[in-house]
C-alpha cells in the first residue's frame, strides 16, 4: 500500500519536471501510466481529460488531482497534486531569486528550442493512438483488417472541419461533441 | 504597507475559480486583478513572470502564481498563490470525480460522453497544431520532432526517456553551433 503512495508521487513528480508546453503535455505521460499500472482505464482517462476541460483551473493540475483521487482517494489526490506542482514550484522560485541577476535566460532558451518539438512529437503520438482507438472498435492493439465505427468517424470530420480553423476554443469543442453525440447516437 | 498572506490566497483562489480552459487564460486575470485593480505588480512585471514561466517546466498557470506570489511576499507569498489557484480546482474534481459514475448511467450523458471523446482527439490535434506552429519552425527542431515520434511509435519508450534525449541533444546543438559562430 505504502509503495502504491510512493508511485503514485513519483509517476506524477515525472510530470512536474517533463511535460513541457502546457497541460496537454501532461497528456502522453498519464497514457503511458495508464498502459504501465493500469490504475484507470482508457475511456476513463478520456472521461477524465473531457471533465478537466471544463471544470475550473489548469488542465494538468485537475487530472493529477482526478488520477490521484480514482486511484488513491483523498491521500492519492493531496499526493499526486502536490507532486505536480512540487518541481515547477522550487524551479519558479529559485528563478525569481536569480531574476535580478540574470535577466535572459538563453542557456534555457537553448534546451527548449529542443524540448518544446519533443513535446510536440509526444502528443502526436497520443492523437494517433487516440484516432485509432477511438474511432476504431478495438483496444490498443492493433488487428488487421482495422475495423472503423462509422458513426465516430463521422462526429469526428465534422468537428475537425471548422475547429480546424478557428483558435483553439476547448468548451466549445466540447460543446459541439456533446450535442453531437446526443443526437448522432441514438440514429443509429 | 505589507500585502497579506490572506489576501494573496483570496485573489488567486478568485482566479482559479475563474480559469477554465488551460494556461493562457490566466494572462488576462492577472493583469485585471493584480495590476489593474490592486496595483501589487506593474503590467511590465507580469510580462516577464510570462516569459519565465513557459521557460520552467510544468503548467504555465501554476508557475505564472508562483513567480507573481514571490515577488509580492517571497516564499510564502508564493505558496499562497499556488495553493490559491490549486484549490477551487482541487475541490471541484472531487465533487465531479465522486458523482461522475452516478451520471453515466443515464444514457443521453453516455452518449453526450461518447460525443466528448472525439471532441478530445479534435483538442489534442488542434494543440499538436499549436505547438507545431511555435515550436518546429528550423533543420533542427524538423528533426527533433520526427525522430522523437518515429521512437514512439516504433518502441515502447517513456515520455520522460524522450525529453531527456532532446534536451541533451538541445544542448550539445547549441554548443556546437555556438562554436561555428565564434
Known amino acids: 500500500m505504502l509503495k502504491l503512495y510512493f508511485l503514485l508521487f513519483y509517476e506524477f513528480f515525472k510530470i512536474g519536471i517533463f511535460a513541457v508546453g502546457g497541460g496537454y503535455a501532461a497528456l502522453p505521460f498519464l497514457y503511458y501510466i495508464q498502459e504501465k499500472y493500469n490504475w484507470f482505464s482508457l475511456d476513463e482517462l478520456t472521461n477524465m481529460i473531457a471533465v478537466s476541460n471544463v471544470t475550473p483551473g489548469p488542465i494538468g493540475i485537475n487530472m493529477a488531482t482526478y488520477t490521484g483521487y480514482t486511484t488513491l482517494g483523498i491521500i492519492g489526490s493531496v499526493i499526486s497534486t502536490a507532486a505536480v506542482v512540487s518541481v515547477p514550484f522550487i524551479i519558479a522560485v529559485i528563478f525569481m531569486k536569480l531574476l535580478s541577476k540574470y535577466k535572459s535566460c538563453n542557456f534555457i532558451n537553448d534546451i527548449f528550442n529542443g524540448l518544446r518539438p519533443a513535446s510536440c512529437a509526444l502528443l502526436t503520438s497520443i492523437a494517433i493512438k487516440l484516432i485509432y482507438t477511438t474511432l476504431s472498435e478495438q483496444n490498443s492493439t492493433v488487428h488487421f483488417p482495422l475495423k472503423f465505427d462509422n458513426l465516430a468517424i463521422i462526429l469526428f470530420i465534422i468537428l475537425i472541419i471548422p475547429f480546424s480553423f478557428m483558435r483553439k476554443n476547448p468548451l466549445l469543442v466540447i460543446l459541439f461533441g456533446a450535442i453531437g453525440g446526443i443526437i448522432l447516437k441514438p440514429l443509429f | ?182
Request: proline residues 3%; aromatic residues 10%.
Open chain 2, 1 to 182: 504597507m505589507k500585502i497579506s498572506l490572506l489576501g494573496i490566497f483570496k485573489i488567486f483562489c478568485l482566479i482559479g475559480i475563474q480559469l477554465l480552459g488551460g494556461g493562457y487564460v490566466i494572462l488576462p486575470l492577472l493583469k485585471k486583478y493584480l495590476v489593474e485593480e490592486r496595483n501589487w505588480l506593474s503590467e511590465n512585471e507580469l510580462i516577464d513572470y510570462f516569459a519565465m514561466s513557459q521557460c520552467i517546466p510544468g503548467i504555465i498557470a501554476g508557475n505564472i502564481s508562483v513567480c507573481c506570489g514571490y515577488k509580492l511576499r517571497k516564499i510564502w507569498g508564493a505558496l499562497m498563490a499556488i495553493l490559491g489557484i490549486i484549490t477551487p480546482s482541487f475541490i471541484a474534481i472531487i465533487i465531479i470525480a465522486n458523482i461522475i459514475n452516478s451520471i453515466l448511467n443515464c444514457e443521453i450523458i453516455q452518449n453526450a460522453f461518447w460525443g466528448i471523446r472525439i471532441s478530445v482527439i479534435v483538442l489534442v490535434l488542434i494543440t499538436v497544431r499549436d505547438m507545431w506552429n511555435n515550436s518546429v519552425n528550423s533543420g533542427f527542431t524538423y528533426f527533433i520532432y520526427f525522430v522523437s515520434l518515429g521512437l514512439l511509435l516504433l518502441l515502447p519508450v517513456s515520455p520522460a526517456l524522450i525529453i531527456i534525449i532532446s534536451a541533451v541533444s538541445a544542448l550539445l546543438y547549441s554548443k556546437f553551433r555556438g562554436r561555428d559562430n565564434a
